[in-house]
């Protein structure tokens, strides 16, 4: 009971600290305060009740399609090992694309409705958990899968009773960080377009400078998405029976291949890519006024002018983009480090990062921007904050998996902290560093095209709304197809420099 | 009774540039039980795991009675207890040793009984996590018992279990095997363990594995300890400590 007591404690105290600095304040424009918001929860009482529950419904589904999606393509990749590379190329290409680019143009695809923010949630959702559950299904120590083997029993025994058990504690973490994600990707559907939901209202929020609104229902997702937090962990601590250590993300895998194998496999991605897009389009025999097929996208972008408006767009976001992603790694593998330094700032952290990580990030957008500004640094600071977060978690884990002689080691030799760091727990994070680094692409392109799209108007994400609305159909697919390469790219760049350096600092990574 | 004897023919095994097992054939009878001793690390596991089906060897062949390992293994005809327990942490002792029948698609028995005779009554409901590490091999070797294996290999099975724990099982369990005519092959490194509990000691030379003795064990009068202290059963210990030390 005392750990509840005080944490109660401690969210009253910040609580009073934040009425206290609203208050003395003098710019009213960016702050609200708690009794602000009491008094917009109790004057919209209705509005937002039923917005929350259209949204946290979208949310829902998206959540029950998204991982049951997870859950299928990882099983099919365990069960058919020669489908695996295939598989999770094209997971992480559909992945790369972002929700608010992805978000319009399954608008014009469903029309209205409810479609759009359930696909997004489950977009949202479905590549974390599969990730986490991968990781779970393999989980297995040898002496397992021989045993299945003593009695004959072939990958589908195995899967039934040893896999699926033991990936359980990995799944409930994945189910656990799909639920912010879930509605984030409903939130963001319901931007671009949808009649109600907690989307709709930021939009208008945002757009009427109403900023007790937009504080309120930043505060009202967070509250919601934690909840949904806090239950499903509590489900998985009953179910799981015991807190296994987990790490979040695999090393990149390299098997080695010959360069022109990889080549080979490349192309073939390539060409089921563009196969399958249009191939879907013409199954449901959709209208190319607005579905688009690859040559369309093609034709569009062999128009100079075209292509140079794209790209200078591009050009904008990445300048953008890039200083965030590298502020947000840096900030969240420093403050990492430094709370290893010193365990007893950690002991205080730890809990505000878990619970920060519980909150759709998104949803603060808006808030950064009124308080840092349209230009480079409000939306560096979107994009930092959105990458600093599952960074900072994944990096202390790392420091804690540095093995325990290994420490006992360096103390013997009353080596200090900063050797100790240096030498032995760095190398240790290295890891979990650079997974983290290659997560945070797609979503360093996601904080940096919605925040352009909902707050700064500037870059792709402006080209973006902006063709949305007058149907320009054709850069609209194209910016879609743009990004999801640059997003790829840079992925892939991440995994190379990732393989490079683990090579010589945690060889046993790189299989 | 089925009887299922064991025929390596010109078996090897090298794993990357180094030679584990040189290429040798031996026979082993059905409802014999084996001892394979030998230095650390000479390649014991690694024949017992072609011997399992689960190494394909180099060269050579493995059958079992006129079969394929892996065929036995699909029958349930199969049992093996592994140096490291390999339980699985989510499931009770009980459990965790009724998989064996379980898997092997065999009726399970009393498995009750087969607790207390591996000494873990009482325990039958708690989990790996909350055994010693003796107690958890002694689940692991229920669990290869439970099925009633035709082949039943043994890697070192009782390394972690004290010693008097260590007799009294040495005196219990292979009347079990024996009793089904079960084929048992026994990783020791315990010289006595092996006179005592095998009908034929094969000792392994160093790196790269092949046969440098072959002891029978011919012994008359009950298997228990007090076996070991006649001149019989020293005379056979005196011969295998003689091979080792040539190995
Ligand atoms: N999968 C493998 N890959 C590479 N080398 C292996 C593998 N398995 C075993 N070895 C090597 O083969 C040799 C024999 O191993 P094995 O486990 O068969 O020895 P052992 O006789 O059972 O030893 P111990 O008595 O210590 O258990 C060892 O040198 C080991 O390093
Ligand atoms: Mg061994």
Known sequence: ?511 | MPSVDIHCVDVSKRFGATEVVAPLSITLEAGQTTALVGPSGCGKSTLLRMIAGLEDPDTGEIRLGDEAPQAVARRGGLAMAFQDPSLLPWRSVRANIALGAELARKPGGDVDALIDLVGLGGFADHRPAELSGGMRQRAAIARSLISAPDVLLLDEPFGAVDAMTRRRLNAELPPLWRSRGATVVLITHSVEEAVLLSDRVLVLSSRPARVVADIPVDLSGTRDARLLETPDAMAVSRQVFAALEAA
Not at chain 1, 37 to 49: C, F, H, K, R
Not at chain 1, 385 to 414: E, H, N, W
């Open chain 1, 1 to 511: 009971m005392m750990p509840t007591v005080r944490a109660i404690g401690w969210c009253l105290f910040l609580l009073a600290l934040w009425e206290a600095l609203a208050r003395i304040s003098p710019d009213t424009v960016l702050v609200s305060s708690p009794s602000a918001i009491a008094a917009y929860v109790a004057e919209n009482m209705g509005l937002l009740a039923r917005a929350t529950a259209e949204t946290s419904v979208n949310a829902m589904w998206g959540f029950v399609w998204g991982n049951l999606g997870a859950v299928l393509l990882g099983v099919t990749m365990i069960l058919v090992p020669r489908s695996q590379r295939t598989l999770s190329a094209l997971a992480l290409l559909v992945f790369c694309v972002p929700l608010i680019a992805s978000g319009p143009i399954l608008r014009v695809l469903f029309g209205t409705g409810t479609g759009p923010q359930v696909m997004l949630g489950a977009l949202a959702v479905y590549y974390t958990t599969l990730l986490t559950f991968l990781i779970g299904l393999r989980s297995v120590s040898q002496n397992w899968t021989d045993l299945m083997r003593i009695y004959g029993r072939g990958a589908l025994s195995t899967l039934i009773r040893v896999r699926a058990r033991a990936s359980l504690p990995y799944l409930f973490v994945g189910l656990q960080i799909s639920a912010p994600a879930a509605f984030l990707g409903a939130m963001i559907g319901e931007f671009t377009g949808a009649e109600r939901g907690l989307g709709v209202l930021t939009l208008r929020a945002m757009r009427g400078l109403d900023t007790d609104a937009t504080w309120t229902l930043a505060v009202v997702a967070a509250c919601v998405a934690m909840a949904a937090y806090s239950v499903i962990g509590w489900v998985g601590e009953r179910a799981v029976g015991y807190k296994p250590v987990i790490l979040l993300s695999a090393p990149a895998s390299s098997v080695p291949t010959a360069s022109w194998m990889r080549l080979a496999e490349l192309g073939f991605i390539a060409v089921l890519v563009l196969a399958l897009w249009q191939s879907s389009m013409d199954a449901f025999d959709l209208n190319r006024f607005f579905a688009k097929r690859p040559g369309d996208v093609w034709a569009f972008l062999m128009e100079p002018q075209n292509r140079d408006t794209l790209f200078s767009a591009l050009a904008e976001t990445l300048s953008f983009a890039a200083p965030g992603y590298i502020a947000g790694l840096a900030v969240g593998a420093g403050l990492a480090a430094l709370l290893v330094l010193s365990p007893s700032l950690s002991g205080a952290a730890m809990p505000v990062a878990v619970a920060l990580r519980a909150v759709p990030i998104i949803t603060t957008a808006p808030l950064l921007v009124l308080a840092f500004g349209r230009g480079l640094v409000g939306t560096m600071v979107v994009v930092a904050v959105m990458i600093f977060f599952p960074t900072f978690v994944a990096c202390q884990q790392g420091l804690r998996q540095t093995p325990g002689q290994i420490v006992d080691v360096f103390k013997s030799y009353g080596a200090g902290r900063w050797h100790l760091l240096r030498a032995a727990q760095v190398p240790a994070m290295l890891p979990a560093f650079f997974a983290s680094a290659r997560m945070a692409v797609p979503a360093a392109l996601l904080a940096v095209t919605t925040v352009e799209w909902l707050a700064t108007g500037k870059g792709i994400g402006l080209l973006m709304a902006m063709t949305a609305s007058t149907s320009d159909y054709n850069m609209l697919w194209s910016c879609v197809a743009v990004l999801a390469l640059v997003a790829t790219a840079a992925y892939g760049m991440v995994a190379m420099m990732e393989r490079a350096v683990l090579r010589i600092y945690a060889s046993e990574q790189v299989v």
